[in-house]
Nanobody
Framework: VQLQASGGGLVQPGGSLRLSCAAS????????MDWYRQTPGNERELVAR???????TYADSVKGRFTISRDNAKNTVFLQMNSLKPEDTAVYYC?????????WGQGTLVTVSS
């Protein structure tokens, strides 16, 4: 299974970005799709999760600003990030769970700065 993440970049505070992560190499249903983020010296933290049934969970720090969604036909997960803050600066990783195994994408850098 390969995961290809895209959409990161430099944005000013208050701006928006949309991340995408497409999974390939599997014919099985993807149970859970996550977005994590990591800053230097810190562990990866879960930002948002969406199940194959569409249930979502968010970290408290992003509730009301970020929205996770998925396109099951394309095995793709999205993260719409609005009202971005400097503290959202991180490398963002997608992760999927397929038949009890997890797979990680390569990460995409999001920098929020003026």
């Amino acid at each position: 299974v390969q995961l290809q993440a895209s959409g990161g970049g430099l944005v000013q505070p208050g701006g928006s970005l949309r991340l995408s992560c497409a999974a390939s190499g599997t014919s099985f249903s993807i149970n859970v799709m996550d977005w994590y983020r990591q800053t230097p010296g810190n562990e990866r933290e879960l930002v948002a999760r969406i199940t194959n049934g569409g249930a979502t969970t968010y970290a408290d720090s992003v509730k009301g600003r970020f929205t996770i969604s998925r396109d099951n036909a394309k095995n793709t997960v999205f993260l719409q990030m609005n009202s971005l803050k400097p503290e959202d600066t991180a490398v963002y990783y997608c992760r999927v769970l397929i038949r009890m195994r997890t797979y990680w994408g390569q990460g995409t850098l999001v920098t929020v700065s003026s």
